[in-house]
């Protein structure tokens, strides 16, 4: 089964500054099957990114996701205080891991 | 609206089981399949399983094969997870999530509110 790495553990940042979290897979993914969640506090997770670099609806420009292969990024290019909370990455391609995320605290 | 609501909060002593209901309100149920994952406290998201609510089909991770039925009731648009022989490791949020496309399985949007399970004697 395909093991997604997320790193950092933790991201500590004020707002206004650039946030890059970073996933990476144990082996090759198709660009295609890679997301991302957003979960805050006490609230379900909210899809941020599908297929590696589409946003979902709703979610703000300042949000992108990049990568192939094995490596995989979202950039916040501008951090608003509702940007933080713990950010999942996971891959579907016939099971569903999800990395064990990355918590962006306000510095 | 595209959403999907789950039942309230369980407790339930070790060794019973529960059974979390999904009911989806906005499109068309049999088209987009169903998961559930559930995130023990302060941990991170585990995916369970699958079900073709068409069908009825399912897909179920390796670890929970066995104590684990997912099952779909078309009259009422809703899906159920049951989990059988609980132990104090199966306190959780279990949550429910539409697949975010038709016909296949890719990311989870939306996702339900979450029912928590608490597993104690």
């Known amino acids: 089964e395909i093991v997604l790495t997320q790193s950092p553990g933790t991201l500590s940042l004020s707002p206004g500054e650039r946030a890059i979290l970073s996933c990476r897979a144990s082996?090759?993914?198709?660009?295609?099957?890679l997301a991302w969640y957003q979960q805050k506090p006490g609230q379900a997770p909210r899809l941020v990114i599908f297929?590696?670099?589409n946003r979902a609806t709703g979610i703000p420009d300042r949000f992108s996701g990049s990568g192939s292969g094995t490596d995989f990024t979202l950039t916040i290019s501008r951090l608003e205080p509702e940007d933080f909370g713990v950010y999942y990455c996971?891959?579907?391609?016939?099971?569903?891991?999800f990395g064990r995320g990355t918590r962006l605290e306000i510095k | 609206q595209v959403r999907v609501v789950q039942s309230g909060a369980e407790v339930k002593m070790p060794g019973a089981s529960v059974k979390v209901s999904c009911t989806a309100f906005?499109?068309?149920?049999?088209?987009?399949?169903m998961h559930w994952v559930r995130q023990a406290p302060g941990q991170g998201l585990e995916w369970m399983g699958t079900?073709?609510?068409?069908?009825?089909?399912?897909t179920y991770a390796q670890r929970f094969q066995g104590r684990v039925t997912m099952t779909r009731d078309t009259s009422t648009r809703t899906v159920y997870m049951e989990l059988r022989s609980l132990r104090s490791e199966d306190t959780a949020v279990y949550y429910c999530?539409?697949?975010?496309?038709?016909?296949?399985?890719?990311?989870?949007?939306?996702w339900g509110q979450g029912t928590p399970v608490t597993v104690s004697s």
């Open positions: 297929g590696a670099s």
């Open positions: 082996q090759y993914i198709s660009s295609s099957l």
């Open positions: 996971q891959q579907y391609t016939g099971s569903f891991p």
């Open positions: 906005g499109y068309t149920f049999s088209t987009y399949y």
């Open positions: 999530a539409r697949d975010g496309s038709a016909y296949s399985n890719t990311w989870f949007n939306p």
């Open positions: 079900i073709n609510p068409d069908d009825g089909s399912t």
